[in-house]
């Protein structure tokens, strides 16, 4: 099968599988043994659109409302109009017109209710629409019993009679996720009309049976600006495992709150329609048998319920949908948590759609195509968009008994500890195609422990980790005693997550390695490794089997951690984020720290009152010390050419960051602001005007650079800083791997034995000066993910063994450099090596 190599991540590239204007003739249809290029996606490959704006934090996800009745009423305060939103050239409705008709919706009887269930990082309203038949308090009370009976004690909601006749079937239709993939809204708001409407009693069994739930638009400022992300500059459908954005808490919250069975999360755009169930590999810690049953059949009848609006390639060029899972052999998968549908089977979805729209109207179709064009376009892909929603709808009505069942089996194979069961013909029958490619399980362990006291690097990891596990609705029980467990002592205040429990997924997979699945496909459709239990910074034990016999207490959020030693002066170990954040506070207050030989801040005795309140906020460690460190310790101004991940993670250390490119520094910049560069992307020396290079020149004779991937090695060698070679490994490789730290080196020392890397580079031929802060460790240094050499047998793996990975040293201007080949601000993801840079910028 031919590959289309990947575009580049956040609106700069066009969709290749564009509906075409002209006719298309019609193919016969596809199969798994057929090969044809699989659908091209956006988004996929390293992140590459540099950030240009100022960083917003907003308010958590709101509480949402368990036990008031239905309907909801809330009238919603109605935003100024925008005439500059970019949904109105499509005909679509524009941001500021969706409160007032919500507020119209709820007038139109007693089924439709809407919340505002939180801000996007832009401050817009996120609104949550229900659409059920009334329910009283007391009604509505007991749907909250049993969605918690269902997760809580499975084997005894397997058994409930009042749940197999009362419960209603929570179904979740997500919109708008990538702002400038409109349609689904327009769908979802027509939708939300006809239920509150209609009269007929098919529609009145469907709500008496079903609650259906409308996130309106997940991503309002995207909507709004026609950009792909969110005015953080994230893609939110690659933020799940990570829950950096406030939109993506919120539906982490609407997931865990309202337990979907069934959901939908609708984008655009490939023609024909796609729809999932996906292609290999499989996310392995899912109860696949059971996602699968599920989720080919809706398909089959969205594919059905599409196909039938009597769209054509030659009247209308609309092919017709592919199911990738039936279709296509690879390249659109659901292995990696991070995306909307990948997460919610987590939470007990038992079918989870990405839905694509065939009509393509964003990005070089937006601007170049007639008015007219992108409105046909735009009516087709809401039509199809509403087709896929209704089709849901009636399959989960339909089956609403075995889907609620097979929710409720998923959460009651966890609390047992039962093995998963491999997908078959025989294990799923209805699906035809499954073979051994399809077969993706895992071994779950008996517990993960998060240990206490000397056994852990890193308290504060350990903290952020366990409210990371919280927030994913993990079980996690903190000791009071000490215990004996797989022939290790453990002592109290260590944190045991239990794996027999409903949500093991879940669990298991934040805290795995994962596994290298180099040799499964030839290409993957995202990132293939994550853990949290390898780049968060904590130590975690797998214990595989024992007796689990913990006097302990259920933790709903981490205990504090803060600690200042009463007495002389004081150390803060700077290998955590929060360490840096807690320093750059301390030295934005104008207290004089310094830095001792191993990396850490010497802060005085004197500004304990201030350490004591960010040991309090931060929960971070500043222990009793007599060292009085080697040089002073300066605040510190970046100029950033990097990604919104990466500006996001360097603000989150507390780094005072202000975006550059080579437009800003070609209209004249004043360097006496900045004291380091950092180049990720979006800043090529040799294409600066004269003055631009001059004023740069006159900065690197005594800055601080730092240079990370290509980009930053470009940079590098066009300025003339570190004598050294760096080599590209293949540009798809993706994962986590090991490494081997310089011993007490100013950048990675106390750094953890893992990293990650996309598009991974190393260093050779290091000059005089040069010294390799980082390498690969030896033989195969990826632990999870996908790494093949290239085709001339090339950049893989093996290639990379024993090579630096991060060098450093000071050049002949007099810079001081530090390149990274890794990716140690990954999408704001890999928080225990986020250090890594900031001890960098404090060289």
Known sequence: MGIPPKPVLIATVVLAATALLAPVTATAAPGRDRPQPHPVREGG???????????????????LDKGNGYPRRTVLDAPPENPADKSIKLGLAPYHSLAPRLNALQQLGDRVSVEVAGRSAGGHELYLVTVTAPESSQQARDQERMRELIENS??????????????????????????NEWEGTDAALKLIEELAKAKDASTGKLLAQNRVYLNVTANPDGRIAGTRANANGFDLNRDFITGSQPEVRVMQRIAIDKQPAVMLDLHGYVNGTLIEPTTPPHGENYEYDLFLKNAYANALGMEKAVNGLGYTPEKDGVQPAII?????????????????????????????????????VNNEEYDSLPVTELRRRAAINTDIAGAAMRATLDYTHTHRGSVIADQIETFRRGAAGEAQRPVSEETVPGVPGIGPEDVYTTTFPRAYVIPAGAGQRS????????????????????????????????????????????????????????????????????ISGWSLGLLWG?????????????????????????????????????????????????????????????????????????????????????????????????????????????????????????????????????????????????????????????????????????????????FNAEAGLLAVKPVEGNGDANGVVRVDNA????????????????????????????????????????????????????????????????????????ATVVLFGTEPLFRDHPKGVFAQVGRALLL
């Open 154 to 179: 499975p084997s005894a909601a397997a058994k409930d009679k009042r749940i197999k006749s009362s419960y209603k079937t929570p179904v979740f239709i997500n919109n708008n996720i990538h702002g």
């Open 538 to 714: 904590a130590n975690v034990d797998r214990v595989t089997s024992g007796d689990l016999r913990v006097v302990g207490r259920p933790v709903h959020a981490a205990s504090p951690t803060g600690y200042v030693a009463p007495f002389g002066d004081l150390r803060l170990r700077l290998d955590d984020p929060k360490e840096l954040a807690a320093l750059n506070s301390l030295l934005a207050q104008g207290v004089q720290a310094r830095r001792a030989a191993d990396g850490s801040a010497i802060v005085p005795g004197s500004a304990r009152r201030a350490a004591s309140v960010l040991a309090d906020r931060f929960g971070v460690a500043f222990s009793a010390t007599k060292e009085k460190g080697t040089a002073t310790l300066s605040r510190v101004r970046v100029a950033a050419a990097v990604t919104a991940g990466e500006l996001f993670a360097l603000r989150e250390m507390g780094f005072e960051v202000q975006p550059v490119s080579n437009a800003v520094l070609n209209a004249g910049y004043d360097w006496s602001t900045a004291d380091v560069l950092y180049v990720s992307g979006g800043l090529t020396y040799g294409t600066l005007n004269p003055a631009a290079r001059g004023a740069l020149d006159t900065f690197l004779t005594q800055g601080t650079v730092i240079g990370l991937g290509s980009r930053g090695a470009a």
């Open 45 to 63: 490959g390293r992140d590459t659109a540099v950030a240009t704006n100022a960083l917003r934090t907003a308010a958590p996800a709101l509480q």
């Open 743 to 814: 011993p007490a080196g100013p950048v990675t020392g106390g750094a953890p034995a893992h990293t990650f890397v996309y598009s991974p580079m190393w260093f050779t031929d290091l000059g005089p000066g040069v010294r390799a802060d980082q390498s690969y460790g030896s033989g195969n240094p990826l632990v999870a993910g996908h790494w093949r050499a290239s085709e001339d047998g090339t950049g893989g793996p093996a290639d990379a063994a024993g090579k630096a990975a991060v060098v450093s040293g000071t050049a002949a201007s007099g």
């Open 324 to 360: 990738p899972f039936r279709d296509e052999a690879e390249g659109w998968d659901d292995w990696p948590p991070i995306f909307t549908p990948q997460y919610m089977p987590f939470q007990g979805a038992v079918a989870a759609h990405t839905i694509e729209f065939p009509m393509t």
């Open 459 to 526: 308290a504060t990891a350990a903290a952020r980790l366990v409210d990371q596990l919280v927030a994913g609705d993990v079980r996690v029980e903190r000791a009071v005693l000490p215990f004996t467990l797989a022939g290790r002592r453990y002592p109290a205040g260590s944190y045991v997550v239990d794996m027999r429990q409903p949500k093991r997924g879940m669990a298991n997979v934040m805290l795995d390695a994962g596994r290298d699945i180099s040799a499964d496909v030839s290409t993957m459709y995202d």
